[in-house]
């Protein structure tokens, strides 16, 4: 809208003190702290839930997908765990009763859930289950409202940790057995799979997928970590890879990202030896350019930090990593999470035990963001807060990171979304907490 005669003469005669003062103005706006709404428990609020994975598409609607371990109503032939799916149609502010992906005689585990960027409309959903020997990829054009459902894997051996990618008509769906990373490859918009492993190096190191990605011209990323053993004993190195294929999943070619030494482990908790372990995220921009966001540590069983890299060549050089927390030295680092959207758009989050002491271990989510592909951060935030009524929750922090995993995604209006899960140890029951803002 043009201002009106004898109006647009005075603007241009004013003097550079007003450029300024609204040039100032505007730093202002874009610097200021970031604000996210306090966390709200989503999901069934009897049982356990823990993992969830969510995504976000071009409407407003946000989903979260999680295993949900107890009995779920009105399905008897569910088994634990159950994946369900809890939906909001108004960005986060409310949400739907949450409901059964797909009845099963076997429990379903380690669920992924993305939104295909090329239409910011089609869902693709996937976990393992028959135990854990088959991998499952659900597709919905309907937002959410029913699902179709292939078999993208079955095996005779025991699997883990699927990672999702989608655009277009490429589906990847990723997967590792003890030291083999795999990846099912469709594209066909996930009527077939094409499996191929991806690391062929003999005994590199029981593997633990982090994230998958597909940039916009159409190449393919994994990250995963690959735990080195010694002498039977936990292992004295975690190398931690990033993958890239340019022929639709056919051939793979990896690349060192770091190495970590072996994590502190859970104490006097019955998990695994990398569930607080170096991890991997990855991501990938509107532009192609590439983040990863991982967890490593120097000192053997000593406490790990958060670590934030680029690459604007398809992974074949990073920059040197950059730290991106503000806790202070020796502080328990886990749980890397990462997100992306348009050009130089980049927002990550992490636990940490910072508000720790010794006698009161507590964790807390933290999150910051780029805009100019992490040459710099906004604020750092926490994410996670009191709510009463929890006995693993206090003002500190909560009490144990609840899953190996959590997840964020961008709406469409440009704010972050972000699912966790929190509970008072390894074994007791938890819940799935949300939070968005920007």
């Known amino acids: 809208m ?25 730093s202002l706006t874009w610097a200021a702290a970031p604000q996210f709404s306090g ?29 949900h371990y107890g009995s779920v109503p009105d399905c008897q032939d569910c088994r634990v765990p159950t994946m369900l ?17 797909l009845e099963s005689g076997s429990g379903q585990f380690d669920p992924q ?13 996937a976990w393992l289950q028959n135990g854990k020997r088959a991998v499952v990829v659900a597709k919905s054009v309907d937002s959410g409202a029913t699902w ?33 990373v795999w990846v099912a ?21 029981w593997s633990l997928l982090g994230a998958a990605t597909v940039d916009p011209a159409g190449n393919a990323y994994l990250a995963w970590a690959s735990y080195a053993k010694a002498g039977g004993t936990r292992g004295s190195v975690t190398t931690l890879y990033v ?7 056919k051939a793979w070619s ?39 966001l991982w967890s490593a540590g120097r000192a053997h069983l000593g406490p790990q930090r958060i670590y934030f890299s680029s690459s604007t060549n398809g992974g074949e050089n990073w920059l040197p990593r950059a730290s991106v927390s503000s806790a202070e030295p020796g502080v328990e680092h886990a749980f890397p999470a990462i997100v992306a959207g348009n050009s130089g758009d980049v927002r990550i989050a992490w636990m940490d035990k910072r508000n720790s002491s010794s006698n009161s271990p507590y964790w807390n989510t933290y999150y910051r963001s780029s805009s100019n592909g992490g040459a710099t951060w906004g604020e750092e935030i926490r994410i996670s807060g009191y709510v009463p009524g929890y006995s693993y929750i206090s003002g500190e922090g909560f009490r144990f990171p609840f899953g190996d995993y959590f997840g964020l995604a961008i709406d469409n209006h440009g704010d972050t979304h972000v699912v966790w899960g929190e509970g008072l140890n390894y074994q007791s029951p938890g819940s799935i907490w949300h939070a968005s803002g920007r």
């Not at 241009?12 to 505007?26: G, H, P, Q, T």
């Not at 939104?115 to 910011?120: E, F, L, N, Q, T």
């Not at 190495?259 to 509107?286: F, I, N, R």
């Open 185 to 205: 490859a469709s594209r066909d918009w996930g009527r077939s799979f094409t499996p191929t492993r991806v690391n062929t190096e003999s005994r590199p190191g």
């Open 243 to 249: 993958a890239k294929s340019a022929d639709a999943g």
């Open 39 to 67: 966390q709200t428990r989503v999901g069934l609020t009897s049982g356990d839930q823990w993992e969830p994975a969510v995504a976000a598409d071009g409407s407003g609607r946000i989903y979260v997908l999680y295993p």
């Open 2 to 26: 043009f201002p009106p005669p004898g109006f647009r003469s005075v603007v241009y005669m004013r003097s550079a003190k007003l450029v300024v003062l609204l040039c100032a103005l505007a």
């Open 148 to 180: 179709g459902f292939a078999i993208a894997v079955r095996s005779e051996v025991e699997l883990d940790k699927p990672v999702l990618a989608v655009r277009g008509q490429a589906v990847y769906v990723a997967f590792n057995h003890e030291e083999e």
């Open 254 to 292: 990896a690349t060192r990202l770091d190495l970590s030494a072996a994590a502190p482990g859970c104490k006097d908790e019955e998990c695994g030896e990398a569930y607080l372990g170096a991890q991997v995220a990855l991501t990938s921009d509107a532009d192609g350019t590439l983040y990863a």
């Open 85 to 101: 799916l809890v939906a909001s149609n108004d960005n986060g502010k409310t949400w739907q009763t949450p409901h059964v992906m």
């Open 113 to 125: 859930i993305a939104v295909d960027p090329a239409d910011r409309h089609t869902v693709y959903a």
